[in-house]
Nanobody, 122 residues
Framework: VQLVESGGGSVQPGGSLTLSCVGSGYTFSTYSMGWVRQAPGKEREGVASIDSDGGTSYADSVKGRFTISRDNAGKTLFLQMNGLKSEDTAMYYC??????????????????WGPGTQVTVS
């Protein structure tokens, strides 16, 4: 399993970014996927998850601002981030797991992680 994120960068508060993650080496459509973030000196936080059947879950801190989605044909996971705040600054990691029904809080338990992409809001 390989996961490669892109789309990170620097943005002003209130701005938007869309992260992408391309998966390979597995049957993308059958895996649960998610996003985890970690800021310096802080614990990892599960941000959002999406099941193989499209069910989604979000951390309270991003609910209403972030949207997770997947394109199974293109083997790509997305995280649309709107209304960005300084506290959203972190390294964002794409995750994948063959299991089902992961809530956002459990996303850090997923088996496979990408190398990460940095998001800075300032």
């Amino acid at each position: 399993v390989q996961l490669v994120e892109s789309g990170g960068g620097s943005v002003q508060p209130g701005g938007s970014l869309t992260l992408s993650c391309v998966g390979s080496g597995y049957t993308f459509s059958t895996y649960s996927m998610g996003w985890v973030r970690q800021a310096p000196g802080k614990e990892r936080e599960g941000v959002a998850s999406i099941d193989s059947d499209g069910g989604t879950s979000y951390a309270d801190s991003v609910k209403g601002r972030f949207t997770i989605s997947r394109d199974n044909a293109g083997k790509t996971l997305f995280l649309q981030m709107n209304g960005l705040k300084s506290e959203d600054t972190a390294m964002y990691y794409c995750t994948a797991d063959a299991g089902k029904y992961y809530t956002a809080a459990r996303v850090p338990d997923m088996d496979y992680w990408g190398p990460g992409t940095q998001v800075t809001v300032s």
